[in-house]
């Protein structure tokens, strides 16, 4: 069994004044939820306030960005091990806005993701195509390759902590979800790949997250899918309570799936 995961993406929102509250919401709404794991990705500036807040409960800390080297002259960077220091458990990396808006290539991702295995972060790697790739129908080819240009040079066994995000372009801060088939059959053919990559095993255990206008009306019924293990949610991440609840109509989902 996979146990979901809910991660919410806050992007370039969240002064330290909103960060503050948005996080403990999210974590006092959380205080009895189980069989769910639960990460805020913050911007960077708030990772330590968040992480104060989120100390000794079961909502973990996640960055949304790191650079491929430890350290180094590479002027408004952050480095992996300044991730682990502030409590850090994931880094969201090959975001499609990041691909898009300031031009990361799958070379570039695929070095981050190396970096962050091998300072003990968990990548959460993203991958989907534009809506463009979908009518020509290029949605395998493009996810295919970038998840195996993303795991280039990654060991299998190390295969096994990566969590993968299949985010649609055209779903992302849109309102329109992939329905819970359309992700699905993306998910199994993600996985599929993933047993070629790494193992049948591996590929059994590594969690695939779904992420384009998930909600509280969505969530659910998406999470249901055996294949979605969960949610990578941005706008609906920004309201405490819209987000505690999409967290437990995963878990919810999840539990029934199990059975
Ligand atoms: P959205 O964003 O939930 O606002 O569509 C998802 C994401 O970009 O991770």
Redesign the pocket.
């Known amino acids: 069994m996979r146990m979901p995961l809910c991660?919410g993406?806050w992007?370039m929102f969240g002064t330290l004044a909103e960060a503050r509250p948005l996080a403990t919401g999210v974590r006092d709404g959380l205080r009895r939820t189980k069989d769910v794991e639960t990460v805020l990705c913050p911007p960077f500036t708030a990772l330590q306030a968040v992480g104060e807040i989120l100390a000794g409960s079961s909502v973990v800390l996640g960055a949304q960005n790191c650079h491929p080297e430890p350290s180094g002259a590479h002027t408004g960077e952050i480095a992996p091990p300044m991730l682990t220091e502030l409590g850090c458990r994931y880094v969201?990396l090959g975001?499609?806005?990041r691909r898009r808006e300031v031009g990361e290539t799958d070379e570039l991702i695929n070095r981050k993701t190396r970096a962050a295995l091998a300072h003990g972060l968990t990548p959460i790697l993203?991958v989907g195509e534009t809506a463009e790739e979908r009518r020509q129908g290029l949605t395998f080819t493009t996810v295919e390759g970038q998840l195996r240009a993303g795991l280039a040079e990654v060991p299998a066994e190390a295969i096994a902590g990566v969590v993968l995000?299949y985010?649609p372009v055209w779903?992302?801060?849109?309102?329109a979800?992939a329905t819970p088939s359309q992700a699905a059959e993306v998910h199994g053919y993600l996985r599929g790949l993933l047993s070629e990559l790494a193992s049948k095993d591996a590929a059994g255990a590594i969690r695939i997250v779904y992420?384009?206008?998930?909600?509280g009306e969505n969530a659910e019924l998406l999470a249901a899918e055996s294949e979605i293990d969960g949610?990578?949610?941005?706008?609906?991440?920004l309201n405490a309570q819209g987000f505690v609840t999409i967290v437990k109509k995963t878990a919810r989902a999840g539990a029934v799936r199990g059975n």
Do not use: P, Q, R
Not at 171 to 175: F, H, L, S
Not at 211 to 215: E, L, M, T
């Open positions: 991660v993406n992007k969201i975001h499609s806005e993203c995000a985010e779903a992302i801060g849109t309102g979800n992420g384009g206008s998930v909600k949610a990578l949610v941005g706008g609906a991440s």
